[in-house]
């Protein structure tokens, strides 16, 4: 299983139309129209996760274009995650309205 620099190197430079990797939980890397997507990006260790976190969120800089997070579950909404992210990324965030004040000070 591809794991860290290593995936996400292998999604930033996939040459096909659409593509996307598995991330454990319901978290997926989407590749599309040439941008590289991060939805429900869930990085963080936890007991009840059946794989373990395949990247950090310092591993996303210069990759990552976008995150998307679905809804307001922590395997969905990681705040951790969602912090690294726009700490070592200049990804935009996509998020529901509902949720946008935890965004406030990240680039929603």
Do not use: N
Not at 47 to 70: M, S
Not at 77 to 87: K, N, R, V
């Amino acid at each position: 299983m591809l794991k860290g620099k290593e995936l996400l190197s292998r999604s930033r430079s996939s040459r096909s139309e659409a593509s996307f990797w598995w991330l454990g939980q319901q978290s997926f890397i989407l590749k599309l129209a040439g941008s590289t997507i991060l939805l429900d990006p869930f990085l963080m260790p936890h007991e009840k996760r059946r794989v373990p976190p395949l990247f950090d969120a310092q591993e996303c800089a210069g990759i990552v274009d976008l995150v998307c997070c679905t809804h307001d579950h922590g395997d969905h909404l990681d705040p951790t995650a969602i912090s690294g992210l726009a700490e070592h990324t200049v990804a935009k965030f996509v998020v529901p309205r509902a949720h946008h004040r935890f965004y406030h000070g990240h680039r929603a």
